[in-house]
């Protein structure tokens, strides 16, 4: 059974960067039908999708948020990471990493079906 | 980016009745090879996200038969036949046709 947990520091200085990784277990995350996605939720605040990752590294990144997002994958410890700089209070939220299909040679998808059970990250002085 | 708008955004249902959520695009959801990635998500309090529906009607499996989802191009619809304790939550839909992909801002669904 697929199981995906989010780990990181919960609480982040502004200006500085916000690192989180995504472990997957009962999965392979070099599988060749699923991207690895991140996607925050503000406090008492709807989804935004941050970006997603393919295990050969091929990467799709929100665009409001693309200068300062960078996610990672790690086959040999079937992992993957998020790195966003730069942070301010609005980058306040909890983040769930996430596994989900694509239609193949597009950026379209049918929404993912297995989540993480997310992490609070603080960006506070 | 396409915008998604959902409404009611707080549903109170009484036990046992239907209940029923719209959600509208800004412009249409049908992908070039004739699908149309409108899907709907459950997050129960203090839970993640869980997908209900996939391509407008889809029901996820273990996704009980009173849910299902309807509609075409911009319109679309969540209803619940029968509302059980267990569906309180706030309910999302997301457009997956669309880069970047964008959620609804979500209807909570409580219990009269």
């Known amino acids: ?125 | 980016d396409v915008v998604m708008t959902q409404s009611p955004l707080s549903l109170p249902v009484t036990l046992g009745q239907p209940a029923s959520i719209s959600c509208r695009s800004s412009q249409s959801l049908v992908y070039s090879d004739g699908n149309t990635y409108l899907n709907w998500f459950q997050q129960r309090p203090g839970q993640s996200p869980r997908r209900l529906i996939y391509k407008v009607s889809n029901r996820d499996s273990g996704v009980p038969d009173r849910f299902s989802g309807s509609g075409s191009g911009t319109d679309f619809t969540l209803k619940i036949s029968r509302v059980e304790a267990e569906d309180v939550g706030v309910y999302y839909c997301m457009q997956g046709t669309h880069w970047p992909w964008t959620f609804g801002q979500g209807t909570k669904v409580e219990i009269k």
């Open chain 1, 1 to 125: 059974q697929l199981h995906l947990h989010e780990s990181g520091p919960g609480l982040v200085k502004p200006s500085e960067t916000l690192s989180l990784t995504c472990t997957v277990s009962g999965g392979s995350i070099s599988s060749s039908t699923y991207y690895w996605g991140w996607i925050r939720q503000p406090p008492g605040k709807g989804l935004e999708w941050i970006g997603s990752i393919y295990y050969s590294g091929s990467t799709y990144y929100h665009p409001s948020l693309k200068s300062r997002v960078t996610i990672s994958v790690d086959t040999s410890t079937n992992q993957f990471s998020l790195k966003l700089s730069s942070v301010t209070a609005a980058d306040t939220a909890v983040y769930y990493c996430a596994r989900h299909g694509l239609v193949t040679g597009t950026v379209t998808t049918w929404g993912p079906a297995g989540w993480g059970q997310g992490t609070l990250v603080t960006v506070s002085s």
